[in-house]
């Protein structure tokens, strides 16, 4: 794709360059969640100014792992079907993306393998496999969860680390994080509606008059806004609706991964114990994470804690004992009062639009959440579990009771 199709994209605008007085459609914030929701206004015809601090993905977006990891299959609810329903999704919507772009974006359902390292786990994993017979199924396709007494993928993960079994599901997938956001910036790239401004900030919303004021000191009016700029979004969304400056509706966690250069097979599957996530990629490069840390001092260092994760990995996968590392990252993502995604409006407020929390699942669920977005945008009730709503993390935080 020539860059020439919308320079305005492909390049960024300094924030000198003259901005409009009023758009459509305000988007802050350009990781996974606000370039799906640019992607979707694109697609509805929807004039859109989406003004990003730094670059495309440039936050939390930009880390390593992108593992797609489904819910367990027990206790079904409508939180695990929308994820259930999203994951499926997301083959095609990729697809029809890089059938556009010519890119890819490095997704694979490669499935996952999860060791059981105790006795107590097995029955447990049986009734799962159970519960994904029921509940994992699509139309005509059905994903499964199979326990057996020896890893799906012979030479893989050291047969010690499950001493109860091994489980491998079907459903789950990964993608590459930074290559997701390469694809879905040249989608937008030959956009006629979206215009990106790169390197500028939206420091404050009024939810009443629908305006923002920007670093570079201009102001926009718009129809809506839909607040996408990850832990940022927090504050912006309490202060635009003139909640109690003492309220919390989220706060970022740091995360700390490692990109490891092992020429592992993309076809291997993703492994996953007790939080950690052993990722290969197209490239034979295998992602490692990833930390989930309240309380940090450098929230882009990366300390012990990764390396602990890294001699871990190396014990379950012994193919990664040696590999060289070509990358350690850290940074923030964002978590909301409910710890679910916040997404929608609040009553009285119906021109400010949640697009955020995503935590751990935002790229498996940020096309389906952006779709929920655009819906609120267009003046209908967000097709969402209720645990997702915006109104429900404030309900969370103003009675205190944030799940943090």
Known sequence: MAKADNPAFEQGQSPRTPLPASVPLLIVGGGIMGLWAAVKAERLGIDTLLVEADHPGGGASGGLLGALMPHMPDRWSDKKQFQFAALVALEKEIAGLEAETGLSAGYRRSGRIIPLPKPHLRPIAERHERDAQENWVSGERRFHWHVGDSPAVAGWVDGAAGAAGFVFDTLAARVAPRAMIALLSAFLGKARHVRLI???RVLSLDAETGRAALSSGDEVVFGHAVIANGHRSFPLIRDALGLDTGLVLGQPVKGQAALLDAA???AMPVVFLNGLYIVPHEDGTVAIGSTSEDCFSGPFDTDEKLEK???DAAAIVPWLG????????AGLRPKAAGRDPMVGTVA?????VALTGGFKVSFGLAHSL???ALQAVCGKAPDVPRSFQLQEHVNIAMAGIGKF
């Open 198 to 200: 790169k390197g500028c």
């Open 264 to 266: 592992v097979d993309p």
């Open 309 to 311: 994760l890294l001699a």
């Open 322 to 329: 040696g590999a060289p590392v070509l990358e350690r990252w």
């Open 348 to 352: 009285g407020h119906p021109k400010l």
């Open 370 to 372: 952006a779709d929920a």
